[in-house]
């Protein structure tokens, strides 16, 4: 049974399907590279699992139970978290503030509950990230490079078992991208879910054990990473010649 299955997903805005009969699963363990020119309806797919959609279509089941309906916070304590394209912390708080809050209402039963040791580890986990000695500072003097780590150390702060990435290497120095790419792989050995949106090709190559292609709203090729690629489907969605 995969961890987490997204069956026939179909979203509408008005008269435009940004997606569109969308059925993918996702294992523990394994990343997920989800690639597409731009408004071919990644960042849908990414609210739809989330919850901060709702389907005009299909289902999403989470350990074989249906959670259509299950709204943000509640998926997010189930073990399904995101990152965002534009990074949204919260930037009158301190970066120790804004992961103890993860801690503190987003992680399973079995985290943190007092302030104190939520702020304790909230300084572990900037640590990861490269964001520890900016640990007492509001999130507003950050780069944005700096904003993308803190979003992503909240969200890894909740314990998910799904961890949805967006573009988090923008804005990324090369050393600041292979660090990233390094703590998804180590996520990835304690046997969470990635699925990676990001459009820097390589990177994606280097960590993905599959590749999920979309082009206006449909999944045009699926696989393993090196066969996706050369796609005749993917090849015209990016360069607009068949086998280009």
């Known amino acids: 049974m995969?961890?987490?299955?997204?069956?026939?997903?179909?979203?509408?805005?008005?008269?435009?399907?940004?997606?569109?009969?969308?059925?993918?699963?996702?294992?523990?363990?394994?990343?997920?590279?989800?690639?597409?020119?731009?408004?071919?309806?990644?960042?849908?797919?990414?609210?739809?699992?989330?919850?901060?959609?709702?389907?005009?279509?299909?289902?999403?089941?989470?350990?074989?139970?249906?959670?259509?309906?299950?709204?943000?916070?509640?998926?997010?304590?189930?073990?399904?978290?995101?990152?965002?394209?534009?990074?949204?912390?919260?930037?009158?708080?301190?970066?120790?503030?804004?992961?103890?809050?993860?801690?503190?209402?987003?992680?399973?039963?079995?985290?943190?509950?007092?302030?104190?040791?939520?702020?304790?580890?909230?300084?572990?986990?900037?640590?990861?990230?490269?964001?520890?000695?900016?640990?007492?500072?509001?999130?507003?003097?950050?780069?944005?490079?700096?904003l993308k780590r803190l979003e992503l150390a909240m969200a890894v702060a909740t314990r998910p078992a799904l961890l949805l990435v967006d573009e988090v290497l923008a804005g990324q120095s090369p050393t600041a991208a292979q660090e990233i790419l390094g703590h998804l792989i180590r996520l990835r050995a304690q046997g969470v879910a990635i699925c990676l949106v990001e459009h820097r090709l390589q990177a994606l190559l280097l960590v993905a054990d599959r590749v999920v292609a979309l082009h206006q709203g449909r999944v045009i090729a699926e696989g393993r990473p090196e066969a996706v690629i050369k796609s005749p489907a993917v090849l015209e969605a990016y360069l607009g010649e068949p086998g280009a």
């Open 2 to 146: 995969a961890l987490c299955e997204a069956i026939g997903l179909t979203r509408r805005f008005g008269g435009n399907a940004a997606l569109q009969d969308v059925t993918l699963g996702f294992e523990p363990a394994t990343i997920v590279a989800l690639i597409g020119p731009n408004g071919s309806g990644k960042t849908t797919l990414f609210n739809l699992l989330a919850g901060l959609l709702r389907p005009s279509a299909g289902t999403v089941r989470w350990r074989g139970r249906e959670i259509t309906a299950w709204p943000p916070h509640r998926r997010c304590r189930a073990g399904i978290n995101r990152t965002f394209q534009v990074a949204q912390p919260f930037l009158d708080l301190t970066l120790s503030e804004n992961v103890a809050l993860g801690l503190l209402y987003g992680a399973p039963a079995e985290g943190a509950r007092r302030r104190r040791d939520a702020l304790e580890r909230a300084q572990e986990v900037l640590g990861e990230f490269g964001l520890a000695a900016k640990a007492a500072s509001a999130a507003r003097i950050l780069s944005l490079g700096e």
